[in-house]
């Protein structure tokens, strides 16, 4: 039946879910974020790279989708330091949910690559990226995604995330939205993958070596769902230049 619950029992029910969820969404090239939250990532890309804090000149999208960001990237910047800057960067993009290249909205570009693959599993060698952002989507996976995400960024290298909020997490809940997407809340809820305080987010990824962090909350304003729906945490920062030992 359409509206009937449906269970999550483990973390495998869990990924079916999520990825059929996502997977039907990207299909219909439907993005699942709002614009500001992507304008935000963003802008943290271009200010780290004009400062030239991105080294190497890699930078990991976790959970990228169909390649959303990456297309206003290079389409909305017109300025030619701007631009070269772009060019000699190598995006990778990652995500659960089966996408062929023709819902890659980044494909065209040669300097954009896409892998399907699950931030909770050990994917890259240590230290390969020089940022690392994600756009309301790392907070999807169990928290101790944090490890692979600490070790892929090259020490001293920023990383730029939104998180989802709880008032967002609870309009979810108790809205109409998709039994799937409801599913996946509700056991992330359940699992404590989701954060509900500013010093939460500090103390979690100070644990794995993430520094100077700074979190604000954001909201997109709506009018229609009185800013409630587009709510999210903003977390910035940079990898620590030292080794930082994690218990389990």
Known sequence: MKNEKIQIGSPQDAQKV???FYSSLYLRQSQHSPDKSRDEIRGAIMLQLRAGHVNPMRIWDIGSGAQWLERELMARVT??????LLEDVDFITTDTADLRKGDLMGSRYKNVRHIQADVAEPRFPENSFGMVVSNLALDIAPRKALRNVAAALAPGGPFAVTLNHPDTLREILA?????????????????????????????EFEKYGLMDISVKVRSANNPFSLGVLDRWWLVKGIKANRQVAVDG
């Open 18 to 20: 999520a990825k059929k």
């Open 175 to 203: 809205g109409e939205e998709n039994e799937e997407l409801k599913a996946v809340v509700r056991y992330g809820l359940e699992q404590g993958f989701f954060y509900h305080s500013i010093e939460e987010i500090r103390t």
């Open 79 to 84: 300025d030619a330091e701007d631009r070269k």
